[in-house]
């Protein structure tokens, strides 16, 4: 399985700040997906991120509020734009498996906005 | 509609009893996969298990098993012997083929294994 690490593991921003998610994979992977999980919630997915297209987002994610880099096959980034407390939540990363089949969380981001 | 339910929200145990969560899937695809993650409270998401559509048999896995029954779309887990380092919340989800393997996760069940 792959091994995922995320930066920050957690912050505390204000509001009407931005903060920016780094999601690093030991090995190279085609799809990236996020998920936003606020307190108590499922986890929701926010876009899938192809190497080298733009990132596909689900409804209610725009690309404005979190835009999504993935500029090669083991990293990408997630910006939680002009935030408010109500993106308060963990902001994971997941990987697909070469098969398609399974997918590999990393350890998440916890995001706090005041 | 929801794609997996999770009826049971909270989960209390004894430790050393046997608790089964419960997992319901809705699906129209033939070709689909069922996972169960666990997340302890450092919020990590572990995988545990995937099942393929074609594949109904049990599996067991040390104090874990896994029951897949197609008939009732229902694919419950039990945890034998608990522990209390089984404290976490479960999720079950679905991926399936014509969506292009999209998870759509169940809401969680929250277990807690008191001492």
């Known amino acids: 399985s792959a091994v995922i690490s995320q930066k920050p593991s957690r912050d505390i921003c204000q509001r009407g700040t931005s903060l920016t998610i780094q999601c690093q994979v030991d090995?190279?992977?085609?799809?990236m997906f996020w998920y936003r999980q606020q307190p108590g919630q499922s986890l929701t997915l926010i876009a899938t991120a192809n190497q080298g297209s733009e990132a596909t987002y689900e409804s209610g994610f725009v690309i404005d509020k979190f835009p999504i880099s993935r500029p090669n096959l083991t990293f990408s980034t997630l910006t939680v734009s002009n935030m408010s407390p109500e993106d308060s939540s963990i902001y994971l990363c997941s990987v697909e498996d070469w098969g398609g089949y399974e997918q590999y969380f990393g350890p998440g981001t916890r995001l706090t906005v005041t | 509609a929801q794609k997996v339910t999770q009826a049971q929200t909270e989960i209390s145990v004894v430790e050393k009893e046997d608790v089964t969560l419960d997992c319901v899937y809705e699906?129209?695809?033939?070709?689909?996969?069922l996972f169960w993650y666990k997340q302890p409270p450092s919020g990590e998401l572990v995988f545990l298990i995937r099942r393929n559509s074609f594949d109904e048999q049990n599996e067991i896995s040390g104090r874990y098993s896994w029951n897949f029954q197609k008939s009732t779309s229902s694919f419950n887990f039990t945890i034998t012997a608990s522990q209390v380092v089984d404290s976490a919340v479960y999720f079950c989800?679905?991926?399936?083929?014509?969506?292009?393997?999209?998870?759509?996760f169940g809401t969680g069940t929250s277990l807690t294994v008191i001492p």
């Open positions: 989800a679905l991926s399936e083929r014509n969506t292009g393997n999209q998870f759509y």
């Open positions: 090995s190279q992977v085609t799809m």
């Open positions: 699906t129209r695809d033939t070709t689909y996969y």
